[in-house]
Nanobody
Framework: QGQLVESGGGLVQAGGSLRLSCAAS????????MGWFRQAPGKEREFVAA????????YYADSLKGRFTISRDNTKNTSYLQMNSLKPEDTAIYYC??????????????????WGQGTQVTVSS
């Protein structure tokens, strides 16, 4: 059974940066799509970014392009989300997830099979 554990969340001022990590264990996820989602209070879970198993293709929510960067290190079974120029509206619980198969519809959370417990990101104004 696979397990995902996020880390790196915290409190940061607007304009600051954070780097989230997602460590996978229990099985090898090197052939899986790895994605990041977030959920703010009172809102639905939304897609942030996803990366193909090779790292060669990356997908981003249109509103986050240019500020967030997703990457992965398959030797460490870990995915990363670098977040720059953070805004108060980025405040949310951030989740990593993995899905097998193609990267088609990588922005659909219902297609992901494994989820982490989430890490809180709070951006103060």
């Amino acid at each position: 059974q696979g397990q995902l554990v996020e880390s790196g969340g915290g409190l940061v001022q607007a304009g600051g940066s954070l780097r989230l990590s997602c460590a996978a264990s229990g099985r090898t996820f090197s052939t899986y799509i790895m994605g990041w989602f977030r959920q703010a209070p009172g809102k639905e879970r939304e897609f942030v970014a996803a990366i193909s198993w090779s790292g060669g293709t990356r997908y981003y929510a249109d509103s986050l392009k240019g500020r967030f960067t997703i990457s992965r290190d398959n030797t460490k079974n870990t995915s990363y989300l670098q977040m720059n120029s953070l805004k108060p509206e980025d405040t949310a619980i951030y989740y990593c997830a993995t899905k097998s198969g193609s990267s088609y519809n990588a922005n659909n959370p219902q297609l992901y099979e494994y989820w982490g417990q989430g890490t809180q990101v709070t951006v103060s104004s």
